[in-house]
């Protein structure tokens, strides 16, 4: 299996993509540290990564936008299985306001998590993961084409992949590979529940929606040994939704 002996950290792993993830690795053989806000959903996704073959998992009460809960899951992670392999930076949050309503607060929750975050946990992994590591940013096609009333996410994703690529730059020295994906239209409740599609201002081809599987197959690939040579990649995984004319 790809990833005996290794040990993965999916944040936001207790549900959608992010579940799927964590169930992917843990079917490979990975050790999985579900990291999530909700305390009773990471359980309950340990629960289910073990079902799914991981030979071992735990669930870290983690606000990716607080430095001091990363750290801490970091060293959990280090305390209980000695190392850390992989960790894909899932964790997200939309609001959904045109600009002129938008506050500093609302950019400030949203980039918390969907950039810092990030940037928190690929600190952490520098400073404590070994050469054969892989980092992947779960970014979105937003990051390249959005619509209305989504700005600091999309701003916070667009600014995610510039982040990919100056970790790529300083983890190719140490031996780590960083990379991005960017997920399309995704079968989980933050596409069903985005006010601009039940409005119908989003239109949604039943053909572009992915499931969270398709995705965390992906995410799989950049993190194992046959993407040994991506290195500051962002792969679309949209159903070829953006290649429309």
Same mark, same amino acid.
């Given at each position: 299996m790809r990833f005996s002996n290794r040990?993965? !950290?999916?944040?936001?792993?207790?549900? @959608? !993509?992010?579940? +799927?993830?964590? #169930?992917?690795? @843990?079917?490979? @053989? $990975? =050790?999985?540290?579900?990291?999530? !806000?909700?305390?009773?959903?990471?359980? %309950?996704? *340990? $629960? %289910?990564v073990t079902s799914a073959g991981a030979p071992d998992g735990w669930g870290s009460v983690c606000d990716v936008g607080d430095e001091t809960q990363v750290a801490a899951t970091v060293k959990g992670t280090l305390k209980r299985f000695g190392r850390i392999d992989i960790v894909v930076n899932n964790a997200g949050l939309m609001v959904f306001k045109p600009l002129v309503e938008l506050s500093r607060d609302d950019w400030q929750r949203i980039l918390n998590v969907d950039l810092l975050g990030a940037f928190f946990f690929t600190q952490q992994a520098f400073l404590h993961m070994q050469p054969g590591g892989a980092i992947v940013n779960v970014s979105? !096609?937003? +990051?390249?084409?959005?619509?209305?009333?989504?700005?600091?996410?999309? $701003?916070? #994703?667009? +600014?995610? /992949?510039? /982040?990919? =690529?100056?970790? +790529?730059?300083?983890g190719k020295a140490k031996g780590i590979r960083v990379n991005a994906i960017l997920p399309g239209a995704v079968d989980t409740p933050m596409l069903w529940n985005n006010p601009n599609v039940k409005s119908g201002e989003e239109k949604i081809d039943p053909k572009d929606v992915g499931t969270p599987d398709a995705i965390a197959q %992906?995410?799989?690939?950049?993190?194992?040994?046959?993407?040994?040579?991506?290195? @500051? %990649?962002?792969? =679309? *995984?949209?159903?070829?939704?953006?290649a429309h004319i």
């Open positions: 040990v993965a !950290i999916v944040t936001g792993g207790a549900s @959608g !993509i992010g579940l +799927a993830t964590a #169930k992917q690795f @843990g079917a490979e @053989g $990975a =050790r999985v540290v579900v990291a999530d !806000i909700d305390e009773q959903q990471a359980l %309950a996704a *340990v $629960a %289910a979105s !096609i937003h +990051a390249v084409e959005t619509e209305t009333h989504v700005a600091p996410y999309a $701003a916070a #994703k667009a +600014a995610l /992949l510039s /982040l990919t =690529r100056s970790a +790529a730059l300083e %992906a995410i799989a690939f950049l993190a194992a040994d046959e993407a040994s040579f991506v290195q @500051g %990649a962002a792969l =679309r *995984v949209d159903g070829g939704r953006l």
